[in-house]
């Protein structure tokens, strides 16, 4: 089969497909509208240039619906001296509060809270010797 298109339909397809190539849309939550897709970060990461390194800890709220509610997972991701494979983790919402528990295995493992306040998240480990306080950033 073999299709043809006029001068003027070629400007058209060109035209539609720059504009789907171009197109910056993203689906926002109706609350996080900062963020796609409702994701909202808290990093408190560095990395140290002359030593290669990084330190720190990172912290992305992904919210979901399961059918009846409104949830959110927590995606955990410390470092040091290197980048930890990021850990999907539930959590336990009390409030501004958020209750999770790293697995065994990762050397934040424990029981840890974090608190929202305003654009930042307190994050307390495993017996409170672990404090963090990691500042909302852009995803954009």
């Known amino acids: 089969m073999r ?7 070629t ?5 539609l ?7 910056s849309s993203s689906a926002y939550a109706a ?6 897709a409702g994701i909202t ?24 619906y399961d059918g009846e509610k409104s949830h959110r997972k927590i995606l955990f991701r410390s470092a040091g001296p290197f980048l930890d494979p990021p850990l999907l983790l539930d959590a ?8 999770i528990v790293v697995p065994q295995g990762n050397e934040l493992a424990g029981a840890w809270t974090l ?7 307190e994050a307390v ?4 010797h672990l404090k963090y306080s990691l500042k909302k950033i852009s995803v954009r």
Request: proline share 3%.
């Open 31 to 36: 609350d996080e509208a900062n963020s796609s």
């Open 125 to 128: 480990g495993p017996g409170a």
């Open 41 to 64: 970060v808290y990093s408190d990461m560095n990395y140290i240039a002359l030593e290669g390194e990084y330190s720190g800890l990172q912290i992305a709220l992904v919210p979901y």
């Open 17 to 23: 497909i720059l504009a789907l190539l171009l197109d």
């Open 3 to 9: 299709v043809s298109l006029s001068r003027f339909g």
């Open 115 to 121: 608190t929202l306040k305003g654009n930042l998240i």
């Open 92 to 99: 336990v919402e009390e409030g501004k509060t958020l209750k």
């Open 11 to 15: 400007g058209i397809v060109a035209t």
